[in-house]
């Protein structure tokens, strides 16, 4: 543990002067270290890392009450404590009772810390193999056009548009119009995505499939112990490390709600998080795939898969001749010829093309697959048992 904690500490010393924006990564940093099962190390890190969050700026409340929950899990510190602060300091955390160890959809075998979120819609049971969903929800995020326009893509939006209508055939994706969502371009911005996060969480139940497609530009920062990730909305400030902070979306927050608020025992996440030439600012490289770690957290509890375009050393390319970004344009071939097959069984297809076509330009791009288990069939084009249903449900 020692050997950690030392390694941690140069940059959450250098952290601790330069004020509130950075004591938000450190948060996030913080958050990095959640698993389900954390090891005591991790425990003590995130510890560490709040505790220098503090420190840079007293008046972030979640770093206060993000603490109180390491804390309390460690079975160190003074909780109580940290607690007043949070509750001084007004923080967002404490008042929507988030616990980022709290699986919504417990792995089996382990169980949840905490009762999953309550909801007045009756529980589904069915078997896990068993690809039939009662109703099937989609947030899709698309940006090409960013108020930074040194970040501007060719078709993301588009990439997004064509998934997004995709869903919406009733002969190919089986999704009701409205229970699918896209935000793109001036739309994309950090309220407006996190707002569709919300969303998706609030509407997905129990019995249901709930998809999330990104299509924009990913963050990562070399040295970065924590391996943390930020997804790159319309208004990101990426100038520099405090608006990136400030203005984009922590990888770890979307995992976050993929684990612990979303409810619906079949969920897939597909990241198309492109790739661009080089650096927007020294301290900002844009962008890079998912980090491994992330990959292992999304996926905790049952029936999570996750679809990224690229390994995390290599770039998601854009291909001109198709007007999609090379990931997309194999996933909607094989959305459209293969509806009716499981998650894993159009990956293997999808990375197959990926990587022969990026072969054939002398490029490397190889999607990546992650699962929570090898029981739960995903089929995004299976019919909903209920498809007329959602003009009955109650808006939560």
Same mark, same amino acid.
């Given at each position: 543990?020692?050997?950690?904690?030392? &390694? @941690? #500490?140069?940059? $959450? %010393?250098?952290?601790?002067? =330069?004020?509130?924006?950075?004591?938000?990564?450190?948060? *996030?940093?913080?958050?990095?270290?959640?698993?389900?099962?954390?090891?005591?190390?991790?425990?003590?890190?995130?510890? &560490? @890392? #709040?505790?220098? $969050? %503090?420190?840079?700026?007293? =008046?972030?409340?979640?770093?206060?009450?993000?603490?109180? *929950?390491?804390?309390?899990?460690?079975?160190?510190?003074?909780?109580?404590?940290?607690?007043?602060?949070?509750?001084?300091?007004?923080?967002?955390?404490?008042?929507?009772?988030?616990?980022?160890?709290?699986?919504?959809?417990?792995?089996?075998? *382990?169980?949840?810390?905490?009762?999953?979120?309550?909801?007045?819609?009756?529980?589904?049971?069915?078997?896990?193999?068993?690809?039939?969903?009662?109703?099937?929800?989609?947030?899709?995020?698309?940006?090409?056009?960013?108020?930074?326009?040194?970040?501007?893509?060719?078709?993301?939006?588009?990439?997004?548009?064509?998934?997004?209508?995709?869903?919406?055939?009733?002969?190919?994706?089986?999704?009701?119009?409205?229970?699918?969502?896209?935000?793109?371009?001036?739309?994309?911005?950090?309220?407006?995505?996190?707002?569709?996060?919300?969303?998706?969480?609030?509407?997905?139940?129990?019995?249901?499939?709930?998809?999330?497609?990104?299509?924009?530009?990913?963050?990562?920062?070399?040295?970065?112990?924590?391996?943390?990730?930020?997804?790159?909305?319309?208004?990101?400030?990426?100038?520099?490390?405090?608006?990136?902070?400030?203005?984009?979306?922590?990888?770890?927050?979307?995992?976050?709600?993929?684990?612990?608020?979303?409810?619906?025992?079949?969920?897939?996440?597909?990241?198309?998080?492109?790739?661009?030439?080089?650096?927007?600012?020294?301290?900002?490289?844009?962008?890079?795939?998912?980090?491994?770690?992330?990959?292992?957290?999304?996926?905790?509890?049952?029936?999570?898969?996750?679809?990224?375009?690229?390994?995390?050393?290599?770039?998601?390319?854009?291909?001109?001749?198709?007007?999609?970004?090379?990931?997309?344009?194999?996933?909607?071939?094989?959305?459209?010829?293969?509806?009716?097959?499981?998650?894993?069984?159009?990956?293997?297809?999808?990375?197959?093309?990926?990587?022969?076509?990026?072969?054939?330009?002398?490029?490397?791009?190889?999607?990546?697959?992650?699962?929570?288990?090898?029981?739960?069939?995903?089929?995004?084009?299976?019919?909903?048992?209920?498809?007329?249903?959602?003009?009955?449900?109650?808006?939560?």
């Amino acid at each position: 543990m020692i050997r950690v904690l030392l &390694l @941690l #500490l140069p940059f $959450a %010393a250098t952290y601790a002067q =330069e004020g509130c924006p950075v004591s938000k990564d450190l948060v *996030v940093r913080a958050l990095e270290l959640v698993s389900a099962q954390p090891s005591k190390d991790d425990l003590a890190n995130g510890i &560490l @890392l #709040l505790k220098q $969050a %503090a420190q840079a700026c007293d =008046e972030n409340g979640d770093a206060w009450y993000y603490r109180t *929950v390491f804390e309390r899990r460690l079975g160190q510190g003074n909780p109580d404590y940290s607690l007043g602060k949070a509750r001084e300091r007004n923080s967002p955390a404490l008042r929507d009772s988030e616990d980022p160890f709290r699986l919504a959809t417990p792995t089996r075998g *382990v169980k949840a810390s905490a009762a999953p979120i309550s909801t007045s819609a009756p529980a589904v049971r069915r078997d896990p193999r068993d690809p039939a969903v009662a109703h099937k929800w989609a947030l899709v995020v698309g940006v090409s056009k960013f108020h930074d326009t040194r970040l501007n893509l060719r078709y993301t939006r588009k990439d997004a548009e064509d998934i997004a209508a995709l869903f919406k055939d009733p002969a190919t994706g089986r999704f009701a119009p409205d229970h699918v969502r896209l935000i793109a371009d001036e739309d994309a911005t950090t309220v407006n995505v996190r707002a569709g996060l919300n969303w998706l969480a609030r509407m997905a139940g129990e019995g249901d499939l709930a998809v999330i497609y990104i299509a924009t530009h990913g963050t990562a920062r070399e040295h970065d112990v924590a391996g943390a990730n930020y997804v790159v909305t319309y208004d990101t400030d990426v100038a520099s490390l405090d608006g990136l902070y400030s203005t984009a979306i922590p990888m770890v927050e979307i995992s976050n709600d993929i684990r612990t608020r979303l409810r619906a025992l079949k969920v897939a996440l597909f990241l198309d998080t492109c790739h661009s030439a080089g650096a927007i600012a020294q301290t900002v490289t844009l962008p890079s795939s998912i980090s491994p770690q992330m990959l292992d957290r999304i996926r905790e509890g049952t029936g999570r898969a996750i679809i990224a375009a690229s390994q995390v050393d290599e770039s998601s390319y854009e291909q001109a001749r198709y007007g999609h970004g090379l990931f997309t344009y194999y996933l909607l071939q094989a959305l459209q010829q293969q509806k009716d097959a499981p998650l894993d069984r159009l990956y293997a297809w999808v990375k197959d093309q990926v990587a022969q076509d990026a072969e054939r330009n002398h490029w490397k791009q190889h999607p990546v697959f992650s699962a929570s288990d090898t029981e739960s069939a995903i089929v995004i084009g299976a019919a909903p048992l209920n498809p007329t249903a959602f003009f009955k449900l109650p808006r939560r």
